[in-house]
């Protein structure tokens, strides 16, 4: 697998620090951006309930029944960046991505079939290759149940 450049990895916290300033309140239309709100609120298409706080950067996923749970997604966490389809190439594994949009952007939540790797993906966030950039942090502990590839 070939390693990311530094020069990528800072590209990719900076879209991610852009993206977390595109907020919506938690009470309106998650497509719909709200200046004044601190987060970014969104229902992906798995139906969990997501936000993403601009001050602290950790995205949180939950569905209705339980309490949210919370991942750093920068550098607070033993996080990795990989280029998504070389990974899924070496690994011999199939892609599938649940995504939810944004108005300057796609924001999502990605996962790998067969593997116990989940994490918070930003397709739109591309390499100097072309190729779509992910976070990811294996066995999240309390990740939300009924949340698998379709």
């Known amino acids: 697998m070939n390693k990311i450049p530094q020069e990528d990895i800072e590209n990719f916290s900076v879209t991610m620090n852009l993206q977390a300033h595109r907020t919506v309140e ?15 609120t969104w229902v992906n298409t798995a139906g969990l309930y997501c936000s993403l706080d601009e001050n602290t950067s950790q995205c949180e996923t939950k569905d209705f029944l339980n309490q949210p749970v919370t991942y750093l997604i920068i550098s607070e966490n033993p996080l990795s960046i990989f280029d998504v389809e070389t990974y899924c190439q070496a690994k011999g594994v199939l892609e599938s991505t649940f995504y939810a949009g944004m108005t300057s952007g796609t924001l999502g ?3 790998l079939h067969g593997m116990k790797i989940h994490g918070a993906m930003w397709p739109s966030q591309k390499n100097r290759e072309g190729k779509s950039l992910v976070l990811y942090t294996e066995n999240i502990p309390g990740f939300p149940k009924g949340f698998t590839a379709q």
Do not use: G, V
Request: charged share 40%; proline share 11%.
């Open 26 to 40: 938690r009470s309106r239309d998650p497509l719909i951006p709200s200046r004044e709100a601190r987060r970014a």
């Open 109 to 111: 939540i990605h996962q």
